[in-house]
């Protein structure tokens, strides 16, 4: 178990740019999740993955925000033309989907992006 | 709807001494309990998790959490806290029902231990 990798863990950008990053999330596990968090505040859920379809948008994301999971395996989350709004950790986190797990969530190290 | 309030943004304690961070939620539906832990720059770790049955819950690190059905609360509680408790600390729920294993977070709480 490598536990959930994201990449880069740190990107800056200039506004209006595009930027992705990437989430391979635990082997076995078929549910991927991504959130967003801004300096003090608690982790917002974006979108979510079972396999390759995607399950749930929030209207936090906007149509600038895109995520994939082509293969039910890694995920990538594009942002287009980035704002400095957008500035924020976007966390990538893993499960599985059995009720006897409790939906446990576990979550990688982030991917820190500041857009000047 | 789901929604957590954690009461304190910070929490200051010297070393040593015992230590409860209060979180209350509010659902209209039965949800799972979860607290996290998060050290500067780093992802989320999970401390522990309420699922059913006893509601005295013990996690990592020598963390316990109680369940409070009447009053929709799980706080988090350690007896003696070390200078390595130093980190931000976040209340969680996730509805049973839909079964997506979204969690809907407080705004968390600082833990600040002094020597």
């Known amino acids: 178990d490598t536990g959930v990798s994201q990449d880069p863990r740190h990107k800056i950008t200039k506004r209006g740019q595009n930027v992705t990053f990437r989430c391979d999330p635990i082997?076995?596990?078929?549910?991927l999740y991504w959130y967003r968090q801004t300096l003090g505040q608690g982790p917002e859920f974006l979108t979510y993955?079972?396999?390759?379809?995607?399950?749930?948008k929030s209207r936090l994301l906007s149509d600038r925000f895109s995520a994939e999971r082509p293969k039910g395996s890694f995920s990538t989350l594009e942002i287009q033309r980035t704002e400095q709004g957008d500035s924020a950790m976007y966390l990538c986190?893993?499960?599985?989907?059995?009720?006897?797990?409790?939906?446990?969530?576990?979550f990688g190290e982030g991917s820190w992006l500041t857009v000047v | 709807a789901q929604s957590v309030t954690q009461l304190d943004s910070q929490v200051p304690v010297f070393e040593e001494a015992p230590v409860e961070l209060r979180c209350n939620y509010s659902?209209?539906?039965?949800?799972?309990l979860f607290w996290y832990v998060q050290y500067p720059n780093q992802g989320l770790q999970l401390l522990l998790k309420?699922?059913?049955?006893?509601?005295l819950v013990k996690g990592i690190n020598g963390f316990e959490a109680e369940f409070n059905k009447s009053q929709t609360s799980f706080h988090l509680r350690k007896p003696s806290v070390h200078i390595s408790d130093t980190a931000e600390y976040f209340c969680?729920?996730?509805?049973?029902?839909?079964?997506?294993?979204?969690?809907?977070f407080g705004q968390g709480t600082t833990l600040q231990v002094k020597p």
């Open positions: 986190a893993s499960s599985t989907d059995g009720r006897s797990s409790g939906n446990t969530i576990y």
């Open positions: 082997s076995e596990h078929n549910r």
């Open positions: 993955f079972q396999n390759e379809a995607q399950l749930e």
């Open positions: 659902s209209s539906v039965s949800v799972y």
């Open positions: 309420y699922l059913s049955g006893s509601t």
């Open positions: 969680a729920v996730s509805p049973f029902s839909g079964n997506t294993g979204k969690l809907i």
